[in-house]
């Protein structure tokens, strides 16, 4: 995978734990030191990723790069989109309003904390999510973050509710075509899990409605 890993030099964060890890693993582009706004726009606009991993403080208003500039939502998502970036990984203090945004402005996935996050802990589950991603789930994000997370509820992971029609609408035109026997893969088996779920949802909000009817 390629990662875009932005961790600005701000105090009370130390990245080195996450910078060897997914070094490690896959091929990362740092910006480290001083980091504006700028610089994650010309990154995005010189090379291609697969997700930008944010290390730094955070919060509702946004992510916080050098100087204690602030790198917004609508920054994020619209940086992310130069060269279509699928998901962002914010490694920061309450960032699922960041998140939330993110996935309904162009990408398809984001892991955000919901909770303040001790620094000493931070790297732990990006470790988990991008390492199982380096072990067969490169492009099943959903497998990944399943196996990464305890489950905790420091966590959460955002999907487009786009990607999520799209799955719904494949799922529908599989079902609908000729079955010859293949073996589902683990990514189709969590695809179909999401159709049946949403579609749970909805059967659930329609028979609630005839009912009060």
């Keep these: 995978m390629r990662i875009l890993l932005v961790c600005p030099e701000v105090q009370g964060v130390d990245a080195i734990d996450e ?3 997914l070094q490690s693993w896959h091929d990362v582009a740092i910006l480290h030191g001083t980091v504006t706004v700028a610089d994650v726009y010309r990154a995005l606009q010189e090379k291609t990723y697969d997700s930008i991993y944010f290390a730094s403080h955070g919060g509702p208003d946004g992510i916080l790069l050098s ?3 602030v790198m917004s939502a609508e920054d994020i998502a619209q940086a992310a989109r130069q060269r279509e970036v ?3 990984f914010l490694s920061a203090c309450n960032t699922g309003k960041i998140a939330s945004y993110c996935v ?5 996935w984001a892991i955000s904390s919901e ?3 001790p620094d000493a802990v931070a790297w732990k589950l990006a470790a988990a999510f991008y390492g199982h991603q380096r072990n067969g789930h490169a492009k099943d994000f959903v497998g990944a973050y399943l196996l990464a997370d305890s489950g905790d509820g420091e966590y959460a992971l955002h999907i487009s509710p786009l ?6 609408r494949a799922a529908v035109m599989s079902a609908a075509a000729p079955h010859n026997a293949m073996p ?5 088996l969590i695809r179909w899990g999401l159709f049946f779920i949403a579609a749970s949802v909805a059967l659930s909000a329609l028979l609630a409605r ?3 009817g």
């Design 184 to 188: 589902l893969t683990q990514a189709e």
């Design 67 to 69: 100087n204690n500039v």
């Design 163 to 168: 990607w999520v029609q799209e799955v719904q």
């Design 86 to 88: 699928r998901g962002v």
């Design 104 to 108: 309904r402005h162009g990408l398809i």
């Design 210 to 212: 005839l009912a009060g």
């Design 19 to 21: 910078v060897r890890q």
């Design 115 to 117: 909770v303040e996050l």
